[in-house]
Nanobody
Framework: QVQLVESGGGLVQAGGSLRLSCAASGRTFSSYAMGWFRQAPGKEREFVAAISWSGAGTHYIDSVKGRFTISRDNAKNTVLLQMNSLQPKDTAVYYC??????????????????WGQGTQVPVSS
């Protein structure tokens, strides 16, 4: 398994931007499909964005398309989530997750075996 640590969260005003980072250690990071999930207060955790093991493919939920960008830097064992035009509805704890090796796009929680501890993103109106 791969160990994951998120960073970059924090309070931001509506319309602002944040960049979340997920640092991976352990087994070969570059072979894992990666994803970001979030859990808002009182709600279930939901899929936000995913990137294939090669970085060639990405996928987003509709509510963040055009505002969020997922990317990876395999040389630095890092996955990033650039979040622009943040809205109060984006308030949540954001989790990084690692899925199967050499997979394309994964979107279901059960497809991800390794999870970070989460980073909070409160967005004020």
């Amino acid at each position: 398994q791969v160990q994951l640590v998120e960073s970059g969260g924090g309070l931001v005003q509506a319309g602002g931007s944040l960049r979340l980072s997920c640092a991976a250690s352990g087994r070969t990071f570059s072979s894992y499909a990666m994803g970001w999930f979030r859990q808002a207060p009182g709600k279930e955790r939901e899929f936000v964005a995913a990137i294939s093991w090669s970085g060639a493919g990405t996928h987003y939920i509709d509510s963040v398309k055009g505002r969020f960008t997922i990317s990876r830097d395999n040389a630095k064992n890092t996955v990033l989530l650039q979040m622009n035009s943040l809205q109060p509805k984006d308030t949540a704890v954001y989790y990084c997750a690692a899925g199967a090796e050499f997979a394309l796009i994964l979107r279901r929680e059960q497809d991800f075996a390794s999870w970070g501890q989460g980073t909070q993103v409160p967005v004020s109106s």
